[in-house]
């Protein structure tokens, strides 16, 4: 009798091994596919800020862009996924496959133009709402 529960046991240990396996590989996807899109998003937000700067600054003058630029420092240019993805597609840039899988009213950036307000000078927060 002490065989069976042997046998038992030990199909108990390897189920539970081969569950913990596929929840870590389950885990390890979910973390590496959201790591991607926050990549390809704060990406994505650069480039949007140093074309929107240089599209604006060819326009006018810089001093008038780093003023409007210095009232967003501290609060920061909110832009949604939405708004980005049409003005970088009009520049023909890279596909963002990283990010189809986000809802595009609600994933956003929030850019903070830091002084001196140069096309290189600011900061990205993200925030992503994606299916899993």
Do not use: H
Request: proline share 2%; charged share 35%.
């Amino acid at each position: 009798m002490k065989k069976k529960g042997n046998k038992g046991r030990t199909f108990a240990i390897i189920a539970l091994i081969i569950l913990i396996i596929i929840v870590g590989y389950l885990l390890a996807i979910t973390f590496n596919s959201e790591k991607r899109a926050d990549i390809r998003l704060n990406q994505m937000a650069k480039t949007f800020y140093r074309y929107y700067y240089k599209d604006n600054s060819d326009k006018e003058d810089k001093d008038k862009i780093r003023v409007f630029l210095s009232n967003y420092a501290a609060s920061g240019l909110s832009i949604r996924l939405k708004d980005m993805k049409v003005y970088i597609d009009s520049k023909k840039v890279e596909d963002y496959k990283a990010l189809n899988k986000c809802d595009e009213e609600k994933t956003k950036v929030i850019i903070y133009p830091k002084s001196p307000y140069g096309i290189n000078d600011f900061k990205v927060k993200t925030s992503l709402s994606c299916k899993k």
